[in-house]
């Protein structure tokens, strides 16, 4: 495999690429739902790509978004209802998988970085 292909998409581990990918998998399959049964039967194949794409690059995107907010909140432990964790988590889930095009590129750079500069060490 090409470096820079095992630096960036393989930089994951396959633990976790496997399971951000079943998350997103749930969801590309609840907006394929929505899509297919809103009033026309039918999909196009712009949503369709659009669909792929984002739920190839949600791990990534996923993969951002928790390390920002490990950043942010450290080891600290909140307690809260568990109804409404299971909705934040789902909103957070659904924004990083639509915004997965525009998020993911960044996790890949620090990927990279990050794989890089630990071959030189």
């Known amino acids: 495999m090409h470096p820079i ?3 960036t998409f393989g930089g994951l581990s396959p633990q976790y690429y496997a399971r951000q990918f079943i998350f997103g998998l749930i969801v590309s399959a609840f ?3 929505m ?11 712009g949503t369709l790509f659009f669909i792929l794409i984002n739920t190839l690059l949600y791990p990534y995107a ?7 907010m490990n950043f942010f909140l450290g080891e600290n432990v909140f307690l809260v209802n568990a109804i409404l964790m299971l909705i934040v988590k789902f909103i957070t889930m659904t924004i990083c998988w639509a915004f997965s095009v525009f998020i993911a590129p960044v996790g890949l750079v620090y990927l990279y970085y990050h794989h890089s500069k630990t071959e030189i060490q």
Request: charged fraction near 20%; hydrophobic fraction near 25%; glycine fraction near 8%.
């Open 5 to 7: 292909i095992q630096k």
């Open 31 to 33: 907006i394929y739902y």
């Open 35 to 45: 899509s297919t049964h809103g009033g026309k039967n039918e999909i196009q194949n």
């Open 62 to 68: 996923r993969f951002v978004y928790e390390s920002v």
